[in-house]
């Protein structure tokens, strides 16, 4: 295959296995696969093609390439470092050392099988998530996208026994629950400055 020319040192058959073992519905999996192989129409093939006049994205100025339109184009920046903080806390490992290249090449492979395949449902949700093509989605209709899913995935016991006690909806919600956290810290200092006589502002 040609993505296997274009990144031979990686582990293809750990990618294909992962993508089966992925535990999301048969479209989701169906738009991943094209994502993984490299095969989405983005405006730089159809520009290369002469099929529309510029390669760069309809919303920005940026080019558009497929590494830009899933992880960065609009709140795709944001997006994708809170996922990397779940995935990061269902590793137990900080986030920067999750892979950039996770969403296109899933090359991973993690014990036990529970948290392997949350960790990969996850990853398939942002791909889908992203390539709905309104880049005008934020953070939070992300995370309310995550939440229906996953509610879809745990109201099925066969679902629940896959991917066991890893997605939970306070690991979801944590990232909300630091910012929330983070302002009342905020708000704190705030009056305990005001109350010393040496406001934040100033
Ligand atoms: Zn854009």
Known sequence: MRVQKLWPYIDWLRIWKNLNDAPVSEDTRCIWYHVIHDIIPTNVRLHRINTIPSDTCRRCTATDTLEYR???????????????????????????????????RPHFSTWPSQKHRALLWLLANIVIFRMQQQSDLTLQDY???????RWKLMRDKNGRNLVGNYLTLR???????????????????????????????E
């Open 70 to 104: 899933l992880l960065a184009c609009g709140q795709g920046r944001k997006i994708w470092y809170y996922t990397k903080t779940l995935l990061a806390r269902m590793m137990r490992t900080i986030p920067t050392s999750i892979p950039d290249d996770w969403p296109f």
């Open 171 to 201: 690991l979801l919600m944590s990232y909300i629950y630091m910012e929330h956290l983070f302002l009342m810290f905020l708000d704190h200092t705030q009056r305990r400055s005001t109350i010393d006589g040496t406001p934040l502002d």
């Open 143 to 149: 995370i309310n996208f995550l939440n229906r899913t």
